[in-house]
């Protein structure tokens, strides 16, 4: 009987040491690394907006306006091509009073994290400022200042050829060609998670005549409201030193619109 005893009294305590190593081992074990993040997706190829806006208002003067424009971006880094063209036409009683049409092709490449060289072309239709046709060709550097994220901007120049063509009397025409310079400046300001405040400033000059310059620019507060739509409110600014007899130096634009980013 004391046999018995002596072999359970063994086998317990072989137990209760056995629980305590394994007790002891489980405590000093090292904890399992935690696993890595993903890594994040990669910038897409493809990509791009299109926007609509509309106005209109009735009562004494009806007035409407309507404004649509596209941006298609092809990045195959270190290379950006961009595609971009708008329109905007307005009219007051059924009458047209303003209507134009830019359009511009852009290829740059990245030199460095914040230099750039790019060339292309662009295309300006204001019948409305006296403006048949503006033809530009040109090509330059860019420098990015501020890289964000809360700021971004970039400021640019270069050189090329004009090819204009001004409206004279209503029905006749006039064209000249010449050299220019060209400066621009892109700033913007991510003020919350999903709002942004965006300025693009161009200043083009003549260098066979230096009073004729000209100056556009658009300034654009944006909201988003989903993954792909988002609100926006403009103001887009053209302005000519020497305008065409008949026209006035300045023509500016309102809107309040929606805008679709893909992808």
Request: net charge negative.
């Amino acid at each position: 009987m004391q046999s018995v005893f002596r072999a359970f009294f063994l086998l317990s305590l072989a137990a209760l040491s056995l629980a305590a190593g394994s007790v002891a081992f489980a405590q000093e074990a090292p904890p399992p690394c935690p696993c890595p993040e993903p890594p994040p997706p990669p910038d897409p190829v493809w990509f791009g907006k299109a926007d609509f806006s509309f106005l209109s208002t009735s009562g004494n003067t009806d007035t409407t306006s309507i404004g649509a424009a596209l941006e298609l971006n092809y990045r195959p880094k270190p290379w950006l091509f961009t595609i971009k063209g708008g329109y905007l036409k307005g009219a007051t009683d059924g009458v047209t009073t303003a209507e134009s049409f830019v359009g511009s092709l852009r290829a740059s490449r990245d030199l460095t994290e914040r230099i750039d060289v790019f060339v292309g072309g662009s295309y300006l239709r204001n019948r409305f400022s006296g403006i048949e046709n503006l033809y530009g060709f040109d090509g330059g550097a860019g420098y990015k200042l501020l890289l964000g994220p809360a700021h971004f901007l970039r400021v640019e120049g270069g050189v090329g050829y004009t090819h204009e063509e001004d409206i004279i009397a209503d029905t006749f025409t006039t064209s000249r060609n010449y050299p220019n310079a060209k400066a621009g400046l892109a700033y913007k300001w991510q003020f919350t998670k999903n709002a942004f405040f965006t300025n693009d400033f161009g200043y083009l000059l003549d260098l066979d005549e230096t009073a004729n310059w000209f100056i556009t620019d658009k300034a654009a507060i944006t909201a988003n409201i989903s993954k792909i739509f988002a609100l926006q409110a403009s103001w887009t600014l053209l302005y000519r030193n020497q305008p065409v007899i008949g026209f006035g130096h300045t023509d500016t634009a309102t809107a309040i619109g929606l805008v679709a980013k893909f992808p």
